[in-house]
C-alpha cells in the first residue's frame, strides 16, 4: 500500500510538473500582413532588466526565458520580415494560449482602425489569441 501512495504522489508530481511546463510555452499559429499568412520565421526577444533576451524556440513554440517566468507583464518584441512588432505590458495568462501576430498596411482595415483616424496612422500590429476572436492587443503608432 505504501508503494501504491508513494508511486502516485510521484505521478501527481510529474503531472504537475509538466502542466507547469506546457504553461511556460507559447505557439504562434500564424504570421499575417494585410490579413494573408505569411511564410516567414520570427525570432520574439523579451525585455529584462533593460536588456532583451531572445526566447528558445522548437520547431512550432517559444519558451519564456527564465528571467521573466515569474512576471506578471512582460514587454516583447517580435521580428519577422523586416517588421519589428513591439507589445508591452502582455499579462503573463496570455502566454497558455496559441498566438496570431499580424501588421495591417495602409489602407487599414476598419476592424483595426476606425475610418476617422485613418490618416493620422502610420502602422497597426496585433497579437490576435487563438480561439477568441474578439480579444487581441492592437498597436497603433501615429504619424
Known amino acids: 500500500m505504501k508503494i501504491l501512495v ?4 510521484i505521478m501527481t508530481y510529474g503531472l504537475v510538473f509538466e502542466v507547469k511546463a506546457q504553461s511556460q510555452s507559447t505557439r ?13 520565421s520570427y525570432r520574439i526577444f523579451f525585455l529584462s ?4 533576451i531572445e526566447a528558445q524556440k522548437t520547431a512550432d513554440r517559444f519558451t519564456l526565458p ?6 506578471e507583464y512582460l514587454t516583447l518584441m517580435i ?5 519589428r512588432l513591439k507589445f508591452e505590458r502582455v499579462h503573463i495568462s ?7 501576430v499580424g501588421i495591417d498596411k495602409e ?13 493620422a496612422i502610420r502602422q497597426v500590429y496585433y497579437l490576435q489569441f487563438s480561439g477568441e476572436p474578439d480579444r487581441r492587443l492592437v498597436i497603433t503608432k501615429f504619424k
Not at 489602407?107 to 490618416?119: A, I, N, T
Open 94 to 100: 496570455n502566454f497558455t494560449v496559441d498566438w496570431i
Open 28 to 40: 504562434i499559429v500564424s504570421l499575417e500582413v494585410d490579413g494573408k499568412e505569411v511564410k516567414n
Open 107 to 119: 489602407p487599414f482595415s476598419e476592424d483595426l482602425v476606425p475610418p476617422g483616424e485613418k490618416r
Open 49 to 52: 532588466g533593460g536588456r532583451w
Open 6 to 9: 508513494i508511486l502516485g504522489l
Open 79 to 83: 521580428m519577422f520580415g523586416g517588421y
Open 66 to 71: 527564465k528571467a521573466i517566468q515569474k512576471e
